[in-house]
Nanobody, 115 residues
Framework: QVQLVESGGGWVQPGGSLRLSCAAS????????MGWYRQAPGKQRELVAS???????AYADSVKGRFTISKDSAKNTVYLQMNSLKPEDTAVYYC?????????WGQGTQVTVSS
């Protein structure tokens, strides 16, 4: 079992920044992949960014150059730095961990981008 707790969401004006955190209950060194997903009202959940155990990263085209995923293994935490936020980034952001082909999800954190 892996428990994930997200934090860092909130309201921000367009062009602003937020940093999301995902704290895992176990060592993330043993987790194959961790990622951030988001789900806007009326839309399907989509992958935003992922980071593999070896450190390789992947991003959705819509966030490339604006978002950065990183991890701190000592703190068992994965981060999502979000810059140049746009209203279309508004969504509930979820952290996901995949360990031995089993997926674990956090409860989500709301990000609202509006003026």
């Amino acid at each position: 079992q892996v428990q994930l707790v997200e934090s860092g969401g909130g309201w921000v004006q367009p062009g602003g920044s937020l940093r999301l955190s995902c704290a895992a209950s176990r060592s993330i060194s043993s987790i194959n992949t961790m990622g951030w997903y988001r789900q806007a009202p009326g839309k399907q959940r989509e992958l935003v960014a992922s980071i593999a155990s070896g450190g390789s990263t992947a991003y959705a085209d819509s966030v490339k150059g604006r978002f950065t995923i990183s991890k701190d293994s000592a703190k068992n935490t994965v981060y999502l730095q979000m810059n140049s936020l746009k209203p279309e980034d508004t969504a509930v952001y979820y952290c996901k961990a995949v360990k031995y082909n089993v997926a674990y999800w956090g409860q989500g954190t709301q990000v609202t981008v509006s003026s």
